[in-house]
C-alpha cells in the first residue's frame, strides 16, 4: 500500500477521535456548569417569585434551543470539511431544485420559530396576569429622584392610603436603612401599580428578573407572588436625570405575620402623624 493512501486512511480515524475529545471535553464543561448555580442561570440573578421562575426557565429554554442549532451547524460545518474535502476537480453532486431539501430548509426554521413565539406567549401572558383581589396593593409612585410607596386597603367600599414610605435620594454606597423599603408578604399576590409626577422612570428589581415603565399620565401595574424572604436591592432603570443613579430602593420580603405587624405599625404611626 503507498504511503499516500495509507495517509488518507488515517486521516478520518484522527478526525473521529478529535471530535470524540470534543465532545467529552464539551460535556464536561457542561457538567461543571450545570453544578454552578448562577452558571446554570446563565447569567441571571436568583429569582425569587413565582413569575421570575417562569422567565428563568424561559432564559434557559431559549439557550438550550440556540445551542441545539448551533450543534447541529457546526457538525454540519465539520463533517462536510472532514469527509466532503475536495479530492478531484470533478464537480460534486448538486442540490438545486430538489424540492424535499428545499421544503426542509423553509419548513424547519418556521417551525423553529413557532414554538420559540409559542413559549414566550404563554410565559408572557402568565408573567403579565392580574388578578380580581391581590392580598396586597402598593402604589408605586417615582419622582425626580426617588421613590414613594403607599399601601393601599377598602374601607367602607373606597381604596384609602393606609402608609406610605416616602423616599430621598441616595448615594450609591448610602449606608444601610438610607433607601426607601418597599415591605411585602411573602406567598401572597402582591399587585404593584406604577405612577410618575414627571419624567418616565422604570421600575426594577433584578431578583424579579422584571422591570416595567413608570410613566406620566399613564398607569402600568403588574402582579407577583414573591417565594424567597430577604432583602433585595431595586433602581431605576431609564435615565431620568441628572441624579437617576441616586434612585435606590430595597424590596424587603417578610413572613405574612412579620408583614401584618410593620403594617400595623405605619398605620399606627400614620394615625399619631408620625413619619
Known amino acids: 500500500m503507498s504511503p499516500t493512501r495509507s495517509g488518507e486512511r488515517r486521516t478520518p480515524v484522527r478526525s473521529r477521535r478529535a471530535i470524540k475529545s470534543a465532545g467529552a471535553l464539551g460535556l464536561l464543561a457542561l457538567s461543571a456548569t450545570a453544578c454552578s448555580g448562577r452558571a446554570s442561570r446563565l447569567g441571571m440573578p436568583e429569582p425569587i417569585s413565582d413569575q421570575a421562575e417562569r422567565m428563568l426557565k424561559l432564559w434557559q429554554g431559549s439557550w438550550i434551543a ?39 430548509y423553509t ?23 392580574t388578578t380580581k383581589n391581590p392580598a396586597v396593593t402598593v402604589d408605586v409612585t417615582g419622582f425626580q429622584w426617588s421613590w414613594q410607596f403607599d399601601y393601599k386597603e377598602k374601607q367602607g367600599g373606597q381604596e384609602q392610603t393606609v402608609a406610605s414610605v416616602v423616599g430621598t435620594p ?27 409626577n414627571d419624567v418616565i422612570h422604570s421600575f426594577w428589581v433584578p431578583a424579579l428578573l422584571y422591570k416595567k415603565d413608570v410613566m406620566p399620565g399613564y398607569t402600568n401595574e403588574f402582579e407577583f407572588t414573591a417565594r424567597k424572604q430577604g432583602l433585595y436591592e431595586g433602581r431605576c432603570a431609564e435615565l431620568c436625570g441628572v441624579d437617576h443613579s441616586r434612585m435606590l430602593f430595597q424590596l424587603r420580603v417578610v413572613s405574612p405575620d412579620q408583614y401584618n405587624t410593620w403594617l400595623a405599625d405605619q398605620k399606627a404611626k400614620a394615625a399619631g402623624g408620625v413619619k
Not at 454540519?76 to 428545499?102: C, G, T
Not at 417551525?111 to 404563554?122: E, H
Open 170 to 196: 441616595v448615594a450609591p454606597n448610602a449606608p444601610a436603612g438610607a433607601k426607601p423599603v418597599m415591605v411585602i408578604p411573602s406567598d401572597r399576590t402582591i399587585r404593584v401599580r406604577l405612577h410618575a
Open 66 to 104: 440556540a445551542f441545539a442549532v448551533g450543534a447541529v451547524v457546526w457538525g454540519l460545518i465539520i463533517w462536510a470539511v472532514l469527509f466532503h474535502r475536495k479530492r478531484s476537480d470533478d464537480l460534486p453532486p448538486q442540490v438545486r431544485y430538489n424540492m424535499p431539501i428545499e421544503i426542509l
Open 107 to 129: 419548513a424547519v426554521p418556521f417551525v423553529i420559530i413557532g414554538v420559540l413565539f409559542y413559549f414566550t406567549a404563554r410565559d408572557e401572558s402568565y408573567v403579565e396576569k
